[in-house]
C-alpha cells in the first residue's frame, strides 16, 4: 500500500515500541509471580494479586518526558499475609537501532539492519557522501523465552532469548525518499545474560535470521509467543496480486530483496511466519501457508496447542480462525472465517453477537505452498470493478471498494488460502472489520480479546465499504477503537452443521473497552480522550496478574500509551508514554522466566507526526526527539523494570 502520509499508513497499521519487561520477582527486575519459600517461620507468603497505579499523560510543562519513553507508574503486589509491597517501575532499553551491537563473535551489527536475499547489506544512497546501511525505525514483534540446554559464550548468568522483528522503515536518509514496505524486513534473535539474583538481562549476541526460507519476510508487524516457545510473526497487508505487477511499492520490494523488481512472487507473503531458537542464540524461520493470505497483524494460540484466532489489520477485514490437524504445528489444519449474528454493539453492557463459523478450507503448508509457487491470479479467480451482468460472479467488498468475483473451476482450495479476503466474503463471512490487530487469550475465564484500532469505514452505516448483511454495524465512527471480548466455547459447529474439533471456539463477542474521539482537539492538540485508550493495537494478558496489557498506534494521541487492565477490579491504568508521534509495539508477557515476570514494548518511529493539530507540539519537540533517537532515524527494543530495587513476587 501507499504511504502518503503518518496518519493514512497508521489508519492500515499498527504500532510497536521497546519491549517492556516487568521483572516481578527478584531485585534489579523482580519476579513478580515466583512464590519459592525463604522464611523460617513458616510457610513464605505468596502473590494473591497484583494492580498497577497509574501514571499522568506528560504534557508540554516538561517536555522532555513528552520526547522519550516516561514510566511513572507502580507495581502493588499483595500477598497471603496481608501485606503490601509496592514497586515504583521504569523503562531499560537493549539497543536503540542503528547501534552497533554485539554478534557474538567478537565484533559488531547494525541492529535493525536490512539485508537482501543473499544477506548483504541494503545501502541507502540518498544523500551523496553518507551511503550507509538502511536500519529500521520500526521494531515491532517480540518474544521473550528460554529454552533448555541454552549454551552462549558470554553469558555469565541464565541465557535467555528474545526473538525481534522489524516492520519497516518509514524514510531513506534524505527524508523526501518514502520506505513503507519497500525493504525486507530483518528478524533477529538477541542473547540476553539474565542474572540470577537480580533478574536484569544484558544484549550478549545479536543474530540475523536468514529469511530466504521464507522467500523473504513483508512487513512483519504484531507477534506472539506460541506455546511450545516459538516466535510466530506476522505479514500485514498482503500485497494484492492482482496488481502486484504495477505497485511500485511491491516492484521495489522486489528489487531491494532480490535485485529484479520483477522475482517476487505476491503469494509468497501474507502468511505466518514461524521463528525457532535454537540453543546457540542462532534461529532457523519457515513460513506457514495454510493459515490465510490475510492482513496476519497477531495470531493468538489457545492452550490446547491447536486452536489459534488472527488478527487481520485491514478494511472489510474477518475475524479468522486456524485449527491445527496436530498439537504445537501449525503445517496443516482448517482454515475458518466468523459470521456475525445481530447484536453487536460498542456498549459492554450489551448482550453480544454470536458467532457461527463458516469452513474455507483443509490444507497443509505444503499443498499451498506448491499452489503460491505455480498460480498466477488469474487462474485462481476472475475478478472485476464494475458489474459484469453475469450471475455467476458474485459481489463482494473488498478493501473499502465493491467486486465482482466467481472462482475458476477446481480451484477452491487456491481461492480459499490464496485470496482468502476475497474468498471469504463470497462464502459469506462477515468481512466487516476495521484493523482488527492484536489477539490474546484469558484461559481461566475462556475469554479472547481482539483490539481494533479503529472502527470506521466498513463498520459504519451507510459507509461505501458498509454492507448490511454483515451484522457488524455502528451508527458514527470511532476513530479511537477499542477492545472486544470472545467467550471460548466447545461443541461449536460450522455453518455446515459439521463438529468443530476444539473446545477453545469462539461463540459471542462483545466490547470490553473503547475510546472517546474528542468533538475538537484539546489544547494539546489529542483528538481522542487521553485518559482512556485511544486506537490500541498489541494485546496481552498475564494470568498472573488478572491483567490485560493495551498498547496504542494512535494517531489521536499526541503520546501513545502503554495501559494494564485489572479484568477483576475492571481498573485502567497508563503504566507507560511512548515518545511522541511513536507508536508502542512489541507487546508481549512472561509470568515466569527463571522466576522472573517480564512485560516486553517497543516503539517506532518517534516523532512521526501524522495529525496536523499534533503541530502544537512539533517545534517544540521535534529538537528534542531528534536528540534522543538519531535524528528521528532510530527507535527503542527494551523492557520495563523496577526504578531502584527491582520486584520480587515472594517474601525471602
Known amino acids: 500500500m501507499s504511504r502518503p502520509n503518518a496518519l493514512q499508513r497508521r489508519q492500515a497499521l499498527k504500532f510497536l515500541g521497546a519491549p517492556l519487561m516487568l521483572p516481578l520477582g527478584g531485585s534489579a527486575m523482580g519476579s513478580l509471580l515466583t512464590a519459592c519459600g525463604g522464611g523460617t517461620s513458616g510457610p513464605t507468603p505468596s502473590m494473591t494479586g497484583a494492580s498497577f497505579t497509574g501514571m499522568a499523560a506528560p504534557s508540554l510543562a516538561t517536555p522532555a518526558d513528552m520526547a522519550k519513553t516516561l514510566v511513572a507508574s507502580t507495581l502493588s503486589v499483595k500477598y497471603t499475609d496481608n501485606s503490601t509491597q509496592d514497586y515504583a517501575l521504569a523503562y531499560q532499553p ?24 543473499a544477506g548483504k547489506p541494503i545501502i541507502d544512497t540518498t544523500v551523496a557522501g553518507k551511503e550507509r546501511q538502511f536500519f529500521s525505525d520500526s521494531p515491532d514483534g517480540t518474544s521473550l523465552l528460554k529454552l533448555p540446554n541454552a549454551s552462549v559464550t558470554g553469558v555469565k548468568g541464565n541465557a535467555v532469548f528474545a526473538v525481534v522483528q522489524f516492520e519497516y522503515t518509514t524514510w531513506a536518509q534524505d527524508g523526501k525518499t518514502d520506505m513503507y514496505g519497500r525493504l525486507p524486513s530483518p528478524i533477529a534473535v538477541l542473547t540476553l545474560d539474565q542474572d540470577p ?5 544484558s544484549l550478549v549476541k545479536y543474530h540475523n535470521v536468514d529469511t530466504a526460507p521464507a522467500m523473504g519476510l513483508w512487513i512483519t508487524c504484531g507477534s506472539s509467543l506460541s506455546p511450545w516457545d516459538t516466535h510466530l510473526s506476522s505479514e500485514e497487508y498482503e500485497p494484492d496480486a492482482f496488481t502486484a505487477s504495477t505497485s511500485a511499492q511491491f516492484k521495489a520490494y522486489s528489487k531491494n530483496l532480490f535485485g529484479d523488481e520483477t522475482k517476487a512472487n505476491p503469494y509468497h507473503y501474507g502468511h505466518l511466519p514461524e521463528v525457532t531458537v535454537n540453543p546457540d542464540g542462532t534461529g532457523t524461520i519457515k513460513k506457514h501457508y495454510c493459515l490465510g493470505r490475510i492482513s496476519h497483524e497477531l495470531i493468538q494460540v489457545m492452550p490446547d496447542q491447536r486452536t489459534a484466532i488472527m488478527g487481520d489489520d485491514a478494511t472489510n477485514g474477518g475475524f479468522f480462525m486456524f485449527v491445527a490437524d496436530k498439537a504445537k504445528d501449525l503445517s496443516s489444519g482448517s482454515l475458518y472465517v466468523a459470521r456475525f449474528g445481530t447484536g453487536f454493539s460498542l456498549d459492554p453492557a450489551a448482550a453480544g453477537a454470536a458467532i457461527t463459523w463458516i469452513k474455507l478450507g483443509s490444507a497443509t503448508s505444503a499443498e499451498i505452498k506448491t499452489l503460491a509457487d505455480t498460480l498466477k491470479p488469474t487462474d485462481i479467480m476472475d475478478v472485476s470493478s464494475t458489474d459484469p451482468g453475469d450471475a455467476t460472479y458474485t459481489k463482494i467488498w473488498f478493501s473499502k471498494k465493491v467486486q465482482w468475483v466467481r472462482v475458476k473451476p477446481g480451484m477452491e482450495k487456491a481461492a480459499a488460502f490464496l485470496e482468502t479476503h476475497r474468498y471469504a466474503a463470497l462464502k459469506g463471512g462477515s468481512m466487516a472489520f476495521t484493523k482488527m490487530e492484536g489477539t490474546t487469550v484469558n484461559a481461566r475465564d475462556k475469554i479472547a480479546y481482539s483490539a481494533l484500532q479503529n472502527m470506521q469505514d466498513s463498520m459504519v452505516r ?17 476513530n479511537a477503537g477499542g477492545v472486544l471480548a470472545h467467550t471460548l466455547s466447545a461443541g461449536q459447529k460450522d455453518s455446515t452443521g459439521t463438529a468443530i474439533d476444539s473446545e477453545w471456539v469462539p461463540s459471542l463477542t462483545k466490547t470490553l473497552l473503547i475510546g472517546e474521539d474528542l468533538a475538537a482537539a484539546d489544547a494539546l492538540g489529542n483528538l481522542a480522550n487521553p485518559d482512556k485508550i485511544g486506537a490500541p493495537d498489541n494485546l496481552k494478558f498475564s494470568e498472573r496478574m488478572r491483567t490485560l496489557f493495551i498498547g496504542e498506534d494512535s494517531s489521536y494521541h499526541v503520546n501513545n500509551f502503554l495501559w494494564a487492565y485489572n479484568v477483576d477490579t475492571k481498573t485502567l491504568s497508563r503504566i507507560a508514554s511512548m515518545p511522541s508521534g511513536a507508536e508502542a509495539t512489541g507487546l508481549g508477557v512472561v509470568d515466569d522466566l527463571n522466576g522472573w515476570t517480564y512485560i516486553t514494548s517497543n516503539f517506532q518511529h518517534p516523532g512521526d507526526w501524522g495529525v496536523p493539530l499534533h503541530n502544537v507540539v512539533k517545534a517544540t519537540l521535534d529538537p528534542l526527539v531528534r536528540a534522543n533517537y538519531k535524528d528521528r532515524f532510530g527507535a527503542q527494543v527494551g523492557y520495563l523494570t523496577g526504578a531502584a530495587t527491582g520486584m520480587r513476587l515472594m517474601k525471602a
Open 197 to 201: 539474583a537480580t533478574g536484569k538481562l
Open 462 to 478: 451507510g459507509d461505501a465499504a458498509w454492507n448490511p448483511d454483515y451484522n457488524i454495524t455502528i451508527e458514527k465512527k470511532l
Open 94 to 117: 537493549f539497543f536503540t537501532t542503528g547501534d552497533l551491537v554485539p554478534d557474538g563473535k567478537g565484533g559488531t551489527v547494525l541492529a535493525g539492519g536490512y539485508v537482501d536475499f
